[in-house]
């Protein structure tokens, strides 16, 4: 089946030296690379990212209710031996 396309000219000129070099038709190359890019499409899977959400339901651990603050949390979080001096 013949058909037209349009590419721009360095790319053109690019895939003629190519296909000299490689001792083949244009025709040929562009069907080779259609044939590449169209399996490549076929084979790749789409990379999905899992629901890591925490639904734990129960809210901050009582040694850090509401009243306690952030002052509390912060202290706990960088006291000696996790993350502190």
Same mark, same amino acid.
């Given at each position: 089946?013949?058909?037209?396309?349009?590419?721009?000219?360095p790319?053109?000129?690019?895939?003629?030296?190519?296909?000299?070099?490689?001792?083949?038709?244009?025709?040929?190359?562009?069907?080779?690379?259609?044939?590449?890019?169209? !399996?490549r499409?076929?084979?790749?899977?789409?990379?999905? @990212?899992r629901?890591?959400?925490?639904?734990? /339901? $129960? #809210?901050?651990?009582? !040694?850090?209710?509401?009243?306690?603050?952030?002052?509390? @949390?912060?202290?706990?979080?960088?006291?000696? /031996? $996790? #993350?502190?001096?």
């Amino acid at each position: 089946m013949k058909t037209t396309l349009e590419l721009s000219t360095p790319l053109l000129e690019e895939a003629k030296a190519a296909a000299a070099r490689e001792k083949t038709t244009l025709r040929a190359l562009v069907e080779e690379g259609l044939r590449v890019v169209l !399996d490549r499409k076929r084979s790749s899977k789409r990379f999905r @990212l899992r629901d890591g959400s925490f639904k734990g /339901g $129960r #809210g901050l651990h009582p !040694d850090f209710a509401a009243r306690a603050g952030w002052t509390k @949390l912060r202290e706990a979080a960088y006291d000696e /031996g $996790r #993350g502190g001096e």
